[in-house]
T-cell receptor
Framework: AQSVSQHNHHVILSEAASLELGCNYS??????LFWYVQYPGQHLQLLLKYFSGDPLVKGIKGFEAEFIKSKFSFNLRKPSVQWSDTAEYFCATGSNTGKLIFGQGTTLQVKP | GAVVSQHPSWVICKSGTSVKIECRSLDFQATTMFWYRQFPKQSLMLMATSNEGSKATYEQGVEKDKFLINHASLTLSTLTVTSAHPEDSSFYICSANSGTFLAKNIQYFGAGTRLSVL
C-alpha cells in the first residue's frame, strides 16, 4: 500500500534560515506527489505538485521540491523562511482513484 | 481559484445526537468529494470517497452507518455523524476535485469542522 513518511515533526527556525523538510514515499509505480500547507485556522492549500518531467518543482511562496526517484524522496525546500511561513506542512501522494495519502505533517515555527 | 465551503466551522453537541456537516464547491462542479478526519497534531485520515449520485466508498475501519455521506449534487456533499459520542470529537475536513482524470486533479479543501461531543 502507498504510504508517505515525513521525518521532521516539529521544526523551529529563525527568519532568513533555509528550510528543508523531508518526505519519503513508498510506491513502485507512477507517483503523483504533493506538498500542502495549512496555516493556523485556515484550510489546506497546495504548495506544489509533481507528476512527471523536471524533478525540480517550483511552487508558490518561494517553495520548491526535488523528486529523487532513487531515494523515493520529495523534500520541500525554501532558501530563506519568513515568520509568515509558520504553518503545518503535509506531504502527500495521490493514487489513480484520486485519493491522497498524507504524511504525518511537520509543524514549522519561524521565530522573528 | 476553486473554493470549497464547509459548514459549520465548529459545532458542539450532546452525546447521542446527530450532526450534519456540509461541503460545497462554490465555483466548480465536484464529481468527487473526500471526507477526512484529523486528530490533534496528526495527519489527515481519509474516511470516505463520495461520488455524485452514487454510494460513498468508505475506508477500512470507518463505520458507514455511523458516518453517513450523501453527495446528491455536483456541488454538495454532506457528512452526518449519527448518534455522536465523545470519541467522535475531531476535526473533519472535506475536499473536492473535478474532471475525468482523478489522479491528476488537485483536491481543493474546505476549512474544516471542529466537532465537540459532550
Amino acid at each position: 500500500a502507498q504510504s508517505v513518511s515525513q521525518h521532521n515533526h516539529h521544526v523551529i527556525l529563525s527568519e532568513a534560515a533555509s528550510l528543508e523538510l523531508g518526505c519519503n514515499y513508498s510506491y513502485g509505480g507512477t507517483v503523483n506527489l504533493f506538498w500542502y500547507v495549512q496555516y493556523p485556522g485556515q484550510h489546506l492549500q497546495l504548495l506544489l505538485k509533481y507528476f512527471s518531467g523536471d524533478p525540480l518543482v517550483k511552487g508558490i511562496k518561494g517553495f520548491e521540491a526535488e523528486f529523487i526517484k532513487s531515494k523515493f524522496s520529495f523534500n520541500l525546500r525554501k532558501p530563506s523562511v519568513q515568520w509568515s511561513d509558520t504553518a503545518e506542512y503535509f506531504c502527500a501522494t495521490g493514487s489513480n482513484t484520486g485519493k491522497l495519502i498524507f504524511g504525518q505533517g511537520t509543524t514549522l515555527q519561524v521565530k522573528p | 481559484g476553486a473554493v470549497v465551503s464547509q459548514h459549520p466551522s465548529w459545532v458542539i453537541c450532546k452525546s447521542g445526537t446527530s450532526v450534519k456537516i456540509e461541503c460545497r464547491s462554490l465555483d466548480f462542479q465536484a464529481t468527487t468529494m473526500f471526507w477526512y478526519r484529523q486528530f490533534p497534531k496528526q495527519s489527515l485520515m481519509l474516511m470516505a470517497t463520495s461520488n455524485e449520485g452514487s454510494k460513498a466508498t468508505y475506508e477500512q475501519g470507518v463505520e458507514k452507518d455511523k458516518f453517513l455521506i450523501n453527495h446528491a449534487s455536483l456541488t454538495l456533499s454532506t457528512l452526518t455523524v449519527t448518534s455522536a459520542h465523545p470519541e467522535d470529537s475531531s476535526f473533519y475536513i472535506c475536499s473536492a476535485n473535478s474532471g475525468t482524470f482523478l489522479a491528476k486533479n488537485i483536491q481543493y479543501f474546505g476549512a474544516g469542522t471542529r466537532l465537540s461531543v459532550l
